[in-house]
């Protein structure tokens, strides 16, 4: 029986474990539910309604870290450093990229400027730890796609996908080398192969649909269906 990832499109953590499947090249079914409105097979799956769910025959694993270290050990070509010290630090790390995460998230729902910008600030801090451990030659240990930069991908795309629609939320000037990084891995095949299709589109919507303050710098024709409607 295939893997079975079950997944909500918009998830960044589910989109970590969909990099190293097609990373590792593992044939793996993916199913996509709509988390507002669970099916009820899922409720009893997800031990707190949360995705990604992996389902391994009768097995379930849960949370995106504990699924890529299964994965990694049990598949070959593995993406963690051989060496136990570089190892435990690149764990760390990734729990460093679940923190980035949630202020990615929160980035996408404060309702104010100034809040946007204090948690923006905060990020940026976060990022000032991450930039002199960042290799970038290309990827986070140097020349080897690892576990950390299946972590790091899907937040990078969405501050990508922010700064599109604010100019200026990226500082290219102040961490170079992360957005040198954030270059190569928008571009990586298993980072592209794990996007669903038009995930620019469909994460601007959400950001519409949020209504936080990043929202005004939307295109209201294409995300208000009430402008849609000709009613504006």
């Not at 910008?117 to 290799?135: G, H, N, T």
């Not at 190569?184 to 303050?213: C, D, F, N, T």
Request: hydrophobic share 40%; charged share 25%.
């Amino acid at each position: 029986m295939k893997p079975r990832l079950i997944s909500y499109k918009l998830c960044p953590f589910v989109q970590r474990v969909a990099i190293v499947l097609n990373q590792k090249s593992i044939d793996h079914e993916i199913e996509y539910i709509d988390l507002a409105k669970p099916p009820g097979w899922f409720q009893e799956l997800s031990p707190f309604g949360k995705v990604p769910i992996l389902q391994i025959e009768s097995a379930v694993l849960w949370e995106s870290s504990v699924i890529n270290e299964y994965l990694d050990e049990v598949y070959p070509n593995r993406l963690h450093p051989a060496d136990p010290v570089l190892r435990a630090k690149n764990r760390s790390w990734i729990e460093h990229g679940s923190q980035c995460t949630w202020s990615i998230f929160d980035l996408g729902i404060k309702e104010t400027e100034q809040e946007f910008i204090e948690v923006l600030e905060r990020l940026l801090k976060k990022f000032d730890m991450l930039e002199s451990s960042v290799e970038g030659i290309p990827f986070f240990n140097g020349t080897e796609f690892s576990l950390v930069d299946a972590c790091y991908a899907p937040l990078l795309q969405r501050l990508h996908f922010l700064d599109e629609v604010r100019p200026g939320t990226v500082d290219r000037n102040r961490h170079p080398k992360i957005n040198a990084w954030m270059e190569i891995l928008l571009q990586h095949p298993a980072v592209q192969k794990s996007s669903a299709p038009r995930m620019g589109e469909h994460y601007k919507r959400l950001l519409w649909k949020r209504h936080g303050y990043i929202s005004q710098f939307l295109d209201k024709s294409q995300h208000d269906p009430n402008v849609q409607k000709g009613l504006y």
